[in-house]
């Protein structure tokens, strides 16, 4: 018996032990609950219906006249196609591989066309349609390919006689009148802005078209051909949808979480329908998506960041009325009703996962951007083309499984009005847990580093969950972040809520990403040309509210950056102008991160013989970038080395300052890319320094992206941002209330960071050819290989990058607002 009884104290021990060590920490792992996979940023996914695999970020779906023909477009990074599908019976029939595509996809009205947006190439294609089978299309030309012009068509509609077709653009923000059986233009409009869809009303007699990035929707008399009006609707307008009267036009707004309920009669706004899951004016929802039930009395809307539909009840215009929420993949972009179903694209589909295949073959495309076969060459994937989307197909739910599945929605989702207010946290903690309530620190230091995994860095430490064969920049080539990861905290479980820096960049600053940006970036990714500039540069990119500086102005925190959006004193958004490191310059692969940190080092000296230090102070230290293997350029391993010297100096010269005893750093990567990970390819180093942090831990929490900033935003007594930060665990755990003031010291160098390549071979021919004058110009996938080679060897091969399914190792706790 007392055998028993001290087996039982020694498991009860453990558990407990094992309890204390996981009771918050997620990791990849088999599935605990059936059908719930968790997402590297924290939400969870429980996709309600079944599905089928569709390509890389489906767009945009277009039913036929008919129902029996469902065609998808798909506008990811890397392959991209349109599909041609059987809905009743969930199966594909055709496929095409498109050199260049987007959003823009519209059935004939006799359903023997299907017209599909051609991209940058600036064509529409013209598929026959015959026994289910897409034939070669013939091609409409708006103008010359990218770059030059720049027109991109979008949204699409046709007249009933199949005598006109309308597109849209949005590099040229006009609409062109077209043809089609002549195959030419018949009058281009200028429009105010970007454009995403476009509808006509049933008489024919208006074209609607929703200015993407904006907050309108222009109205198009198609008898005078002229534009007669706009009507003001909410951020970033993108989806429509008229009833079948043509009385009632919705209106998606992606930067509102709403849609627009317009009386066309009048004109008017009548009502606008609020989506989110709690009461909310804080973005991150992205209303996308709109579908009417077949007797029009309920309304479903896509919400892409919250992974759901929202159903209403909108039988009295006006007076619409919440019902509930439906389940769905990951970032949904479009919903269509099919009689009793509910189909939806999932841009990202079901889960966050592994590239079983590796390398794929380079595709061959005829003149009409059709594909005709296989080289032998092969494509390198990365992780912007790993998420493959897919299509659900719903029920209609009765109303209690509405309520099972509203239920689930809410278990899904992090985000509760709670925790906009109240962050999670504990009494004490030196990060407090509400708006206005004290911190000793002062001094906020944000450094923000370009595209690493966590196992490409910090790999070889013993102490944390990495894999040493994967490591490329271990502790000789980065000492001082092996030793900020073992004098404060060691994170191995944080990951970046961003794919790329396009968006990385967006996340870092504002802990969302709109619309605009996260169906853009993967066209210039993929080599397709289309407007970038994703930094500052183009306001139809901002989030509603603006970036973290902007809310630092409006709280009168004061604030300053050292080449983040922006460089010298030129600053890309305007609540930087005059706040600007005046010598910091911004991207640039031939200045290394030792300038970065001199320019630092004596602007923060003579603020702080003024005592004028900032209170948030954003760095970009960004050289373990890297230039690859281009002969005369830093080699890989000197500007990792350059950039680990850099951030060591920065945190020697602040902890021997006078106000290190108020002051904290958070270290991040804007995004980690495609470098090996054996957990996934989110998982990113990220550190936090200062005398509130504690010593010689390791925390296996999981973190994101918007987690840091939400630590930040305590600090320093801002509001969340979005939806995802209100959501994110702040780093409490990493803090402790008993500060250790002692200062840091620098650890030399081990390797020559002025080193540069000398070697003449494949990887360097191919460095030639890269654009390293902004972040991610290069394609990043061979990029990677060839820093992997730089280390590893000429004839070595990097791993395919690892893409897992998140799980939740202790059951959710139940959160107060349920």
């Known amino acids: ?121 600036n064509i529409i294609l013209d598929f026959h349609v015959r026994d289910g089978k897409l034939g070669t299309p013939d091609t409409i030309r708006l103008g010359k390919g990218w770059p030059a012009n720049k027109i991109c068509p979008t949204g699409m509609a046709i007249s009933k006689d199949n005598a006109v077709l309308y597109a849209v653009t949005k590099e040229d923000s006009s609409l062109y009148v077209i043809d089609p059986a002549q195959r030419s233009i018949s009058k281009r409009i200028q429009l105010p802005g970007i454009a995403y869809s476009c509808i006509l009303t049933p008489d024919q007699s208006k074209l609607y078209i929703s200015m993407f990035g904006g907050d309108r929707v ?40 709403t849609v627009s309920v317009i009386n066309t009669l009048s004109g008017k706004v009548i009502e606008t329908i609020g989506t989110t899951l709690y009461p909310t004016k804080l973005t991150g929802s992205t209303t996308n998506g709109l579908a009417l ?37 990951w970032y949904p972009t479009n919903v269509k009703v099919l009689g009793s179903k509910i189909l939806v694209t999932n841009g990202k589909g079901n889960t966050s996962m592994a590239n079983p295949k590796g390398p794929q073959p380079i595709s061959k495309l005829d003149n009409s951007g059709v594909h005709t076969g296989s080289s032998a060459n092969d494509r390198l994937q990365y992780i912007a083309g790993l998420f493959k989307g897919s299509l659900s197909f719903i029920n209609t739910p009765t109303p209690e499984q509405l309520k099972v599945y509203t239920k689930q929605v809410y ?52 102490q944390g969950n990495g894999d040493t064969s994967l490591t490329l920049f271990g502790q000789k080539v980065t000492p001082n972040h092996h030793a900020l990861a073992t004098d404060f905290v060691l994170l191995d479980n944080f990951y970046v809520d961003a794919e790329v820096s396009a968006d990385g960049h967006n996340w870092s600053m504002a802990a969302y990403a709109t619309d605009v940006v996260e169906k853009t970036w993967p066209t210039s990714y993929g080599n397709r040309g289309g407007t970038t500039n994703y930094e500052g540069g183009r306001p139809v990119t901002y989030p509603r509210d603006g970036f973290i500086w902007d809310y630092c102005k409006r709280a009168g925190v004061t604030y300053r950056s050292y080449g983040e959006f922006g460089e010298y004193s030129k600053a890309n958004i305007k ?81 021997h300052s006078p ?110 050819t890269f654009n390293f004058a902004k972040e991610d110009a290069a394609p990043d996938l061979e990029l990677n290989q060839i820093v992997w080679k730089s280390v590893k060897g000429e004839h070595s091969v990097m791993p395919a990058p690892k893409r897992s399914a998140f799980v939740i190792l202790e059951k959710k706790k139940k959160d107060d607002d349920d």
Request: proline share 7%; charged share 20%.
């Open 659 to 768: 106000i290190w005893k108020e002051s904290v750093v958070f270290i991040l990567e804007d995004d980690a890319q495609n470098g090996p990970d054996h957990v996934d390819a989110h998982r990113s180093p990220a550190f936090v320094v200062g005398p509130y942090v504690k010593r010689n831990a390791v925390i296996h929490n999981m973190y994101s992206t918007s987690g840091f900033l939400r630590t930040m935003e305590l600090i320093l007594g801002l509001p969340p941002m979005s939806q995802y930060d209100a959501a994110a665990m702040p780093l409490y755990e990493c803090f402790t209330s008993k500060p250790d003031v002692t200062p840091y010291k620098l650890i030399p160098a081990n390797i020559d960071i002025k080193q540069v390549n000398v070697a003449v071979n494949e990887s360097s021919k191919r460095s030639e």
């Open 1 to 121: 018996m007392n055998n028993l009884k001290e087996l039982f104290l020694a498991a009860t021990v453990l558990c407990l032990i094992f309890s204390q060590k996981y009771s918050f920490a997620q990791a990849p792992g088999k599935t605990k609950t059936p059908g719930q996979i968790l997402l590297p940023n924290g939400w969870t996914l429980s996709p309600a219906g079944n599905s089928i695999p569709l390509g890389d970020l489906p767009l945009n779906m277009q039913l036929s006249a008919s129902g029996k023909l469902l065609a998808v477009t798909n506008n990811g990074q890397s392959t991209q196609s349109v599909q041609l599908i059987d809905p009743k019976n969930e199966r594909l029939l055709d496929e095409k591989e498109l050199k260049k595509s987007w959003y823009g996809l519209v059935f004939s009205p006799n359903e023997k066309d299907l017209y599909v947006s051609g991209g940058n190439d």
């Open 575 to 655: 609540s930087l102008q005059g706040h600007m490191g005046p010598h910091s310059p911004g991207f640039n692969m031939d200045i290394t991160d030792q300038v970065r940190a001199d320019a630092w080092q004596a602007d923060f000296d003579s603020l702080l013989t003024k005592n004028a230090v900032p209170q948030f102070n954003t760095l970009r230290i960004s050289n373990d970038h890297t230039s690859g293997q281009r002969k005369g350029k830093v080699a890989p391993m000197a500007a990792v080395a350059d950039n680990d010297l850099a951030v060591g100096r920065i945190i020697e010269h602040l902890s």
């Open 411 to 462: 278990a899904n989702t992090p985000f509760t009005s709670k925790r906009t207010t109240t962050a999670d946290g504990e009494a004490g903690n030196p990060i407090p847990r509400k708006q206005g309530e004290k911190s000793p620190i002062k001094y906020v230091f944000y450094i923000i580093k370009e595209n690493r995994t966590y196992d490409q860095v910090l790999g070889d430490m013993p």
């Open 293 to 329: 039930s077949a007797n029009e009395k309920t309304l479903y809307i896509a919400n892409a960041d919250n992974n759901c539909l929202a159903v209403f009840d909108v039988s009295k215009p006006g007076s619409s009325l919440s019902q509930g929420f439906i389940p769905v993949g």
């Open 218 to 257: 222009v109205v198009y008399n198609t008898v005078s051909q002229n534009i007669t009006g706009e009507i003001l609707t909410g951020s970033h307008p993108n989806e429509l949808l008229l009833n079948k009267k043509g009385s009632i036009l919705f209106v998606a707004n992606a930067n509102d979480n």
